[in-house]
């Protein structure tokens, strides 16, 4: 067996010593359960960071805050978000918008004026339970509860529904956040 090889485009004749093998960077864009499950408390922790700053810095303090938390979090700059607050309804219950999203975390925008700050009510714990988490490739979506604690110690539950994007750099980005009440037949 011979040890050149015949480059057929241009003639040229090479051994395969000459030959530099390179490794081929591999992507791999696959989003791990333990990857969810870190962004699903990072939102946790950033809630209660909304509603601290809040409390020790006043309501610019906490538009800070949640902006901060938007662009990190929330793939707003990607594209459009599907994004469906606990307590919206009428014509503004889903929110596509950056904008949309920050009015219902810290309130303060005329544009939406039923919003008084979802962030803002002094939360102080959370705890998430899926009740499923779906992967596939660089997309995730879960479904189950979120558990928030406030100042007094109450806790409120709601369902929660999120969709996470792996982004060309490697961190999950919400797509699809829906929240809502737990159904109540009375």
């Known amino acids: 067996m011979s040890t050149r090889i ?24 696959n989003i791990t359960e333990a990857e969810v499950k870190a962004a699903q408390q990072a939102w946790g922790q950033a809630l209660i960071a909304i509603s601290s700053a809040y409390t020790d810095g006043g309501r610019d303090k906490a538009e800070q ?28 219950t889903f929110r596509t918008s950056y904008e949309g999203a920050l009015a219902y975390f810290v309130g303060g925008n005329s544009a939406f004026p039923t919003d008084s700050g979802f962030a803002l009510k002094g939360w102080t714990g959370y705890q998430f339970n899926n009740a499923a988490v779906y992967i596939n490739g660089d997309l995730a979506l879960t479904m189950g509860h979120v558990m928030l604690t406030d100042a007094s110690g109450a806790v409120t539950t709601v369902d929660k529904t999120w969709g996470f994007k792996k982004d060309e750099q490697g961190a999950l980005r919400i797509v699809l956040h829906h929240s809502s009440l737990p159904f109540s037949a009375n």
């Open 6 to 29: 015949v480059s057929v485009i241009s003639g040229t004749v090479l051994s395969l010593a000459a030959l530099q093998v390179v490794a081929a960077p591999v992507v791999n864009n």
């Open 65 to 92: 805050k949640a902006r901060s938390v938007l662009d990190a979090a929330y793939g707003y700059g990607h594209g459009a978000v599907l994004f469906k607050p606990t307590l919206a309804s009428g014509e503004q």
